[in-house]
């Protein structure tokens, strides 16, 4: 976790592998956080997902992804 203006960004390991299911869930997490910044960068090899909010609950996050079926975790 980074914390910048108030606001922390936190990073995610995932598996989502495609443009169309990282703007489905990045919709869903607005639900969650609404007021957030959030994005995948698909090019990495991690297929990273950034959070940018006040308040981000990890837990949350990956739950809600396990949800959909994919893999989540904190980026260490």
Same mark, same amino acid.
């Given at each position: 976790?980074?914390? +910048? ?5 936190? &990073? %995610?390991? +995932? ?10 869930? @990045?919709?869903?997490?607005?639900? @969650?956080?609404?007021?957030? +910044? @959030?994005? %995948? ?14 308040? &981000?609950?990890?837990?949350? &996050? @990956? ?6 079926? %994919?893999?989540?975790? &904190?980026?260490?």
């Amino acid at each position: 976790m980074i914390q +910048t203006h108030g606001n922390m960004i936190e &990073v %995610f390991k +995932t598996n989502v592998s495609n443009p169309q299911q990282a703007d489905e869930l @990045i919709g869903l997490l607005h639900h @969650i956080l609404p007021g957030s +910044t @959030i994005n %995948f960068d698909l090019e990495d090899c991690d297929k990273i997902l950034r959070i940018d909010h006040k308040l &981000v609950e990890p837990t949350q &996050v @990956i739950a809600l992804l396990a949800d959909k079926g %994919f893999r989540c975790a &904190v980026l260490q």
